[in-house]
Nanobody
Framework: QEQLVESGGGLVQAGGSLRLSCVASGRTFSRSSMGWFRQAPGKEREFVAAIAWIGGNTYYPDSTKGRFTISRDNAKNTVYLQMNSLKPEDTAVYRC?????????????????WGQGTQVTVSS
């Protein structure tokens, strides 16, 4: 079993919605900040959203703010990413990640555990 397992990816039309889930295997993740990143072929990994353990504050870059919502259910060791008003430029492999000690939530180098990823494709 993977430490983090994503699901919920798929093909949607522009303007549609998709909800991603990420299930963590250990209790430690219930006290970890969680983030979502995405990467398209030939492009750099991009920060999508993050949610802190302390206070449950959420963080979004301008590219996803107002369209994406990250949430978590610590009892289920699960983090979600609700994606609305999807655009073709959202097409990428989405991976969830866990940061045991909170640092810069947008820096993928500071995350400790990663899922395998789930493909999101948004067609025009």
């Amino acid at each position: 079993q993977e430490q983090l397992v994503e699901s919920g990816g798929g093909l949607v039309q522009a303007g549609g919605s998709l909800r991603l889930s990420c299930v963590a295997s250990g209790r430690t993740f219930s006290r970890s900040s969680m983030g979502w990143f995405r990467q398209a072929p030939g492009k750099e990994r991009e920060f999508v959203a993050a949610i802190a353990w302390i206070g449950g504050n959420t963080y979004y870059p301008d590219s996803t703010k107002g369209r994406f919502t990250i949430s978590r259910d610590n009892a289920k060791n699960t983090v979600y990413l609700q994606m609305n008003s999807l655009k073709p430029e959202d097409t990428a492999v989405y991976r969830c990640a866990a940061q045991v000690r909170l640092g810069n939530c947008s820096d993928y180098n500071l995350y400790d555990y990663w899922g395998q990823g789930t493909q999101v494709t948004v067609s025009s």
